[in-house]
């Protein structure tokens, strides 16, 4: 790995380097001097020193002349994009997580959160799974898998190079182990229940540990009740729900892979006699529970995002004011509604406008009693907007 005064330089136009100095971590393409650092002249991942239009040097990071994110910054104080700075990263990262779970199953690296753009890592116990969203972290991938030994000495790295950012990023899908053998499944341990996922071949990298503090926070809230958990995945909120005392719970999700999963977490959780798992689209069952006066008195609604783009806002927030609408009108008299979204471009407040809209049009109201963000292993970077986004309300329904 070469020293990172050898690394060749990108230059910012002038009073582009703003953001940067304000603790932003992005270059886009558009602030880059093309006229004295075209972008043609560097290769996706390869390491560079970004500089103001000056030539001061801001810090090290790396390009992909390809990607409208074309530049991200790794270290202000130019260190080489090595092991070692990923090693000091990780044992950052890992300091915070040690201090707030008792158990070892959380996400260990946040990306840009944790100073490692590009880079995500969970981890279960001894079974790490990891992705590599961006060129940049692709090629240190070796760097970050000596770093991760060092510092955890894992039995098993997973590489589950399989989102849709890569694309972006002009990087194939992979999925792959570069420590151990591929694991049949992963175990984690989430206040006192046990899940079994696929770290190969689920969702995102087979857990939403962002969902963790929320679960927690909601589920003495569901005792003796009955639930209704929509885009149930692997039974985070079904399955937790069982356990917390709820009177029964019906999961709901498309997969049929994630209904199997929910039956064998709920046995693995002596709760099977409490919960059932339904293949079906959520607005199809809430449209059929309906007309069937069937009715719960909580439903979760955690879909995936409906707004990826700032051009998908229009549509996506017509989604989620139907899901959550829908949800309403299956719940019972003073019921409970948990509503989620994962999607960056929906803001906060709109979320509550949409769920506020969708109650006065049932003639119904709403009393929000709780507001829930993602978990504290999702730390949020504060000069970066685009980490802070899982947002939700626990909100009570109420006749007008």
Known sequence: MAEAADYPMLLLRRGEDRRLRAGH???????????????????????????????????????NPHSLICARLLDRHAHPLDRSLVTHR???????????????HYRLVFGDSDGLPGLTVDRFGQVLVAQATTAGMQALREEVDAALVKVLAPDV????????????????????????E?????????????????????????????????????????????????????????????????????CVDGSADAVDAVMRNAALNDVTDRVTA??????????????????????????????????????????????????????????????LSCSHHMPRAVLLETLQAAARHLDRQLQVIASL???????????????????????RVLPS
């Open 373 to 395: 963000q993602q978990a504290s292993d999702h730390p949020v970077h504060a000069a970066i907007p685009e980490t802070d986004y899982l947002k939700g309300f626990v909100c």
């Open 25 to 63: 971590l992005w270059v886009f393409s558009n602030e880059v001097d093309v006229q004295r650092t075209p972008l043609d002249r560097f290769s996706p991942g390869e390491a560079v020193l970004i500089a103001d239009h000056t030539g001061r040097v801001l810090g090290s990071g790396y390009v």
């Open 157 to 180: 790295v997973v590489w589950k190079n399989d989102s849709s950012a890569r694309r972006l990023e002009g990087l194939d899908d992979e999925v792959f182990c570069s420590v151990g």
């Open 278 to 339: 339904t293949r079906a689209d959520a607005f199809e069952f809430l449209r059929d529970a309906r007309q069937n006066r069937s009715r719960w008195d909580a439903v979760v609604v955690d879909p995936p995002a409906f707004v990826k783009r700032k051009k998908d806002f229009k549509e996506g927030a017509l989604a989620y004011r139907r899901i959550n609408e829908a949800a309403m009108q299956v719940l019972d008299r003073d019921g409970l509604l948990v509503s």
């Open 90 to 104: 990780l044992n950052i990262a890992l300091s915070l997580r040690q201090r707030i779970y008792p158990t070892p």
């Open 182 to 250: 591929p694991p049949s499944h992963v175990e984690v341990m989430e206040s006192g229940c046990r899940f079994h996922v696929d770290g190969l071949h689920g969702q995102k990298t087979g857990w939403f540990f962002d969902q963790r503090d929320n679960r927690d926070r909601v589920m003495p809230w569901l005792r003796d009740s009955r639930v209704l958990d929509l885009f149930c995945y692997a039974g985070g909120w079904g399955v937790r729900a069982a356990c917390a005392g709820a009177s029964s719970v019906d």
